[in-house]
C-alpha cells in the first residue's frame, strides 16, 4: 500500500470534528500552552511547526510537551515552541510504500510524518496508526485470496 492510498482511507474515515484532509500547523513563536490547547482541541498527538502553513519548519508532540513539563516543571509552558519542536522533521511522498514508512517511525520512535509533494508542500499527515491500519488491510485482503485460492473460488 502506497501512502496515496493512506490518505485516501484518511479522507473516508477522518476524525469527528476535524477533516481528515486539514493538517493542523502552529507557528513556531507560539507558546507551548497554545499548542497544548490546539492538540487538546483537534483531539490529536502532534503538531507541525510552520511559518506558512505549507511547509514543515518542524513538529511538536504531546510527548514533548510532556518532557519538558517533567524537566522543567509548569512554568515552560510559557516556552516558545521554536524552542523545544523535533527540527529535522523526517517526511514521505505519495509514492512511499505504507510499510517503509511504518519501519522508519518505528525505528526513529516517532509516531507523526507529513506527506510533502517534490517542493516540500505539505499534504497530508500520516500516523503510525494510519500505516497499521492499512498494513491490516492489506494483509486481510492477502487472507481472502489466498482462501479463496486454496477453497477454489
Same mark, same amino acid.
Given at each position: 500500500?502506497?501512502? !496515496?492510498?493512506?490518505?485516501?482511507?484518511?479522507?473516508?474515515?477522518?476524525?469527528?470534528?476535524?477533516?481528515?484532509?486539514?493538517?493542523?500547523?502552529?507557528?513556531?513563536? &507560539?507558546?507551548?500552552?497554545? &499548542? &497544548?490547547?490546539?492538540?487538546?482541541?483537534?483531539?490529536? @498527538?502532534?503538531?507541525?511547526?510552520?511559518?506558512? @502553513? !505549507?511547509?514543515?519548519? @518542524?513538529?511538536?508532540?504531546?510527548?514533548?510537551?510532556?518532557?519538558?513539563?517533567?524537566? !522543567? %516543571?509548569?512554568? =515552560?509552558?510559557?516556552?516558545?515552541?521554536?524552542?523545544?519542536?523535533?527540527?529535522?522533521?523526517?517526511?514521505?511522498?505519495? %509514492?512511499?510504500?505504507?510499510?517503509? =514508512?511504518?519501519?522508519?517511525?518505528?525505528?526513529?520512535?516517532?509516531?507523526?510524518?507529513?506527506?510533502?509533494?517534490?517542493?516540500?508542500?505539505?499534504? %497530508?499527515?500520516?500516523?503510525?496508526?494510519? &500505516?497499521?491500519?492499512?498494513?491490516?488491510?492489506?494483509?486481510?485482503?492477502?487472507?481472502?485470496?489466498?482462501? @479463496?485460492?486454496?477453497? %477454489?473460488?
Amino acid at each position: 500500500m502506497l501512502v !496515496k492510498q493512506l490518505l485516501s482511507m484518511k479522507e473516508t474515515s477522518g476524525k469527528p470534528g476535524i477533516a481528515a484532509a486539514t493538517i493542523v500547523t502552529i507557528r513556531p513563536d &507560539a507558546t507551548l500552552a497554545e &499548542a &497544548a490547547r490546539v492538540l487538546c482541541e483537534q483531539r490529536i @498527538g502532534a503538531i507541525v511547526v510552520s511559518e506558512d @502553513g !505549507k511547509t514543515p519548519a @518542524g513538529i511538536l508532540s504531546e510527548r514533548d510537551i510532556v518532557k519538558q513539563l517533567g524537566l !522543567k %516543571g509548569p512554568e =515552560v509552558l510559557s516556552t516558545t515552541i521554536n524552542e523545544v519542536m523535533t527540527r529535522e522533521v523526517q517526511t514521505c511522498v505519495t %509514492g512511499d510504500d505504507a510499510m517503509s =514508512v511504518l519501519e522508519r517511525m518505528t525505528e526513529g520512535r516517532f509516531r507523526h510524518m507529513p506527506v510533502v509533494d517534490e517542493n516540500g508542500h505539505m499534504l %497530508g499527515l500520516v500516523s503510525i496508526g494510519d &500505516a497499521v491500519s492499512g498494513r491490516l488491510k492489506e494483509l486481510s485482503a492477502e487472507k481472502e485470496a489466498l482462501t @479463496g485460492m486454496i477453497m %477454489g473460488s
